[in-house]
């Protein structure tokens, strides 16, 4: 039973500290669209997400009334394109990606998640084709979120795919270079990418998942920052508890919202993604949090060990608050999106290389960093690289979402507003990379990964 207190606290949270449902997002298979005819495949995908998708922003408005929940975005997530269309004309995934924009339009989504392959072992003539399409793809459609998962730990890494996709992201940010290259903030690389991660742009609906499912993706960075500032100066342990009571009330929000939903969508509940997700806002900040555990600022030395502290606590509050959690679930660093996370790169108290190592022990990975618009296709494999063996190796999801802004250098800023949030443009290893990059072939993978 709620007590006076327990109401006062939630309702404190919601109107001062920032806390907020980030993400209803509908998962939607489209295994039954599948086949080869572009305009017959077009047709059943876009009378099928609308049909599914026709209620699901009135329901998330009408439990953000009832409940004085924001829910920031309501999304659409389904099965990674190259299953779907079976084509060897970059053309017709071109236009199956103008379907799909065309319905989240129609439904009224923020994003739609999905055009997507995953060659983490290979490349089927359809997923090079797509992978070649992207660029195109993402830069005449507004609402399309794409993915490419290139590598797992069962699997290794496939390198020809990792050097393929830095090509893609320079091309993407030419093709959108009126847009400062937004079109790279649509387009995420993974390693051990999941099947159910409600948020953009790496979303998209598995294989192993229904028809359709509601994921919801929490997020409280705020909220968690103002605990903590009553525990100042209390040791480690204090600290972890107090994370974890916080990440509790949170993720039970998250499942009040996906329960309600599900039930008037008619819709399984899939899962409660945990993951702190911070915006561009000052107090809603997943480096604020680490700062308050006693850091200057983020990015100096202790700043991984913190990270994995609140990362860790995130998990276990919220695996007692949900008996379905999935998703990503941790604390995501994306630069542009994290007014804390701006700062420090701005007085280069954080690093390219730093965000690096906290991504050994963050939720996900690189997220949203800029970096100069002339920086090698290669250059750009070569960090994709490094983060997928930092995924394959700890068995853990990694991405690189990157943005070569062009025309920008060291020191320039980028703007894409709204969540996105403004990125500085942050250096680069100026040290070659491209021999390494153009060996191809495949990382084969570790030793720990034989465990069948």
Same mark, same amino acid.
């Given at each position: ?8 606290? @939630? ?36 009378? /099928? ?47 199956? %990606?103008? @379907? ?20 983490? /072992? ?53 093709? @959108? ?8 903030? /649509? ?73 309600? %939903? ?16 911070? @915006? ?14 006693? !850091? ?53 108290? !954080?690093?390219?290389?730093? !965000?690096? %190592? =906290? ?32 995924? =394959? ?26 969540? !996105? ?9 100026? /040290? %070659? ?20």
């Amino acid at each position: 039973m709620l007590n006076q207190h327990d109401i006062l606290e @939630t309702i404190k949270m919601l109107s001062e500290e920032h806390l907020d449902i980030r993400t209803v997002t509908m998962g939607i298979s489209l295994l039954s669209c599948a086949g080869d005819n572009v305009d017959e495949v077009c047709e059943k995908v876009y009378n /099928k997400i609308t049909n599914a998708a026709r209620d699901l922003v009135s329901v998330a408005e009408e439990i953000s009334v009832k409940y004085g929940i924001p829910i920031i975005n309501k999304r659409i997530s389904v099965t990674p394109a190259s299953m779907v269309l079976q084509s060897n004309n970059p053309k017709d995934y071109v236009k199956l %990606a103008k @379907t799909l924009d065309k319905a989240a339009i129609a439904t009224g989504v923020n994003f739609i998640g999905g055009f997507s392959a995953l060659v983490h /072992k290979g490349m089927t003539k359809s997923e090079e084709t797509l992978i070649s399409a992207i660029p195109e793809a993402l830069a005449v459609t507004e609402r399309v979120c794409s993915s490419v998962n290139v590598g797992t730990t069962k699997a290794g890494i496939n390198m020809d795919a990792v050097k393929k996709m830095g090509e893609i992201i320079k091309e993407t940010a030419e093709m @959108t270079k009126d847009t400062q290259g937004f079109g790279c903030a /649509k387009l995420v690389v993974f390693c051990n990418s999941v099947e159910d991660n409600p948020f953009m742009a790496g979303a998209y609906h598995g294989v192993g998942e229904a028809e359709t499912v509601i994921n919801v993706g929490v997020s409280g960075p705020g909220v968690v920052k103002c605990a903590l500032e009553k525990v100042k100066g209390e040791d480690f342990e204090v600290v972890a508890e107090t994370i974890k009571k916080t990440a509790f009330k949170i993720t039970r929000m998250g499942q009040l919202v996906a329960r309600e %939903a599900s039930e008037r969508l008619g819709v399984p509940f899939g899962i409660v993604d945990l993951s702190l997700a911070p @915006t561009p806002a000052v107090g809603d900040s997943v480096a604020y949090i680490l700062e308050e555990m006693g !850091l200057e600022q983020c990015g100096t030395h202790g700043t991984t060990a913190a990270l994995a502290l609140l990362n860790d606590a995130v998990k276990k509050g919220g695996i007692m608050a949900s008996s379905f959690v999935g998703g990503l679930s941790g604390a995501f660093i994306p630069v542009s999106e994290d007014a804390g996370m701006i700062e420090a790169a701005r007085s280069g108290a !954080l690093s390219l290389d730093k !965000l690096e %190592a =906290m991504t050994c022990v963050c939720s996900v990975g690189l997220d949203m960093i800029c970096i100069p618009g002339d920086t090698p296709a290669e250059t750009i494999a070569a960090i994709i690289a490094d983060e997928a063996a930092i995924g =394959m190796i700890n068995q853990k999801t990694t991405a690189v979402r990157i943005i070569p802004a062009p025309g920008k250098v060291v020191g320039d800023t980028v703007d894409f507003g709204g969540l !996105l949030g403004t990125g500085p443009v942050m250096p680069v290893n100026d /040290k %070659a990379s491209t021999e390494f990059i153009r060996r191809g072939g495949r990382i084969p993978a570790p030793v720990h990964s034989f465990k069948n």
